[in-house]
């Protein structure tokens, strides 16, 4: 899928002698960030697509009603967003789909998740949790190519970066927990392998 065309926003400057490289690690990353934004802002996700991906954020005021703009420049320019991201047209199109799958597939995402977080009400467990479990689970269901292990080591990395200390050994038991289950259940297209063990 190409970018999309979004002719209502002025892009931010961006810079201009530096980039980062895409990749599916970094794709994966952007994609939690975009559902992490779209459950807290009443902005559409083509949108937050747009920004977190393509680095398109409009300057000026934010409306009152469904804001052009999710980041203030001296935001943007402090979290390193004004630098742009060379994606390969393979790591936008696992984006995208990732992105969609994940939201056709969060209410199966979240039985998985509140059956086996045990003695944790589902609405007490942090909302970014929930959405690297959702982004894993869906992995899991979803997408041949990527073996059990690495979703869930994929999982655990974004842990590390975004939630607490404890979240990697909570994760981890639910991630374990869901693709046992789901194996016997025969709902695995691909093989169970040696499940990792958060370091």
Not at 7 to 30: D, Q, V
Not at 35 to 41: D, G, N, P, T
Not at 78 to 100: F, G, K, N, T
Request: aromatic share 8%.
């Amino acid at each position: 899928m190409k970018r999309p065309a979004v002719a209502a926003i002025e892009p931010f400057p961006l810079r201009s002698r530096e980039h980062a490289n895409g990749n599916r690690r970094l794709a994966r990353e952007k994609v939690f960030q975009v559902l992490a934004a779209y459950e807290v802002a009443a902005t559409d996700r083509t949108r937050h697509f747009e920004h977190i991906f393509f680095r398109l954020f409009a300057d000026g005021e934010v409306p009152t009603i469904e804001p052009d703009r999710i980041l203030r420049p001296e935001e943007i320019a402090e979290i390193e967003s004004d630098v742009p991201i060379h994606w390969r047209q393979s790591d936008l199109d696992y984006a995208h789909r990732l992105l969609e799958e994940v939201l056709v597939l969060r209410p199966v995402c979240d039985e998985q998740i509140e059956r086996h977080a045990i003695n944790w009400e589902f609405e007490r467990i942090a909302h970014l949790d929930r959405q690297i479990m959702r982004i894993a689970i869906t992995e899991m269901l979803r997408f041949d190519d990527i073996p059990v292990k690495v979703s869930i080591n994929e999982a655990l990395e974004l842990a590390k970066r975004y939630s607490t200390d404890k979240s990697n050994v909570f994760i981890n038991g639910i991630l374990d927990a869901t693709a046992h289950d789901l194996a016997a259940a025969g709902m695995l297209t691909k093989p169970l392998d040696h499940i990792p063990t958060p370091s």
